[in-house]
């Protein structure tokens, strides 16, 4: 089984193709003390069309998805959805419910006059 590059434990996450986490701690603290500046650089696959290369954006929401275009992130918002939802509410010690309302507030007809 792969190793976390963090504390060389038995991994189960990773941040795509970089490197791999024991757990989602492990990989919060690896990535704020010093994985962002060198992942920057690294190769990472759309999430939607598969492109392989250098300076992809990634999901705001999740930090999970790499996306080559607007184009490839808008198309593929309705089948990342359901993924970006569970990380969120992971990541921020909610239920998926509170995260499904971050992600797409009801809408209010209050501001409509007829």
């Known amino acids: 089984m792969p190793r976390c590059s963090a504390t060389r ?3 189960r996450l990773c941040c795509r193709q970089c490197v791999r986490y024991c757990s989602e ?3 919060h603290a690896h990535w704020e003390r010093s994985h962002k500046h060198e992942c920057a650089g690294a190769e990472h696959d759309c999430a939607k069309c598969g492109r392989r290369d250098t300076g992809f954006d990634r ?3 999740c930090k999970r ?3 080559c275009s607007r184009t490839c992130q808008r198309t593929h918002w309705q089948e990342h959805k359901r993924d970006c939802v569970r ?3 992971e990541q921020r010690g909610i239920t998926a419910k509170e995260a499904i ?3 797409d507030p009801p809408v209010s007809y209050t501001h409509l006059t007829l």
Do not use: E, K, L, P
Request: with cysteine.
């Open 9 to 11: 434990t038995q991994s």
């Open 25 to 27: 701690a492990c990989q």
């Open 59 to 61: 999901c705001g929401r």
């Open 65 to 67: 998805a790499f996306y």
């Open 87 to 89: 990380v969120v509410a």
């Open 101 to 103: 309302a971050m992600i």
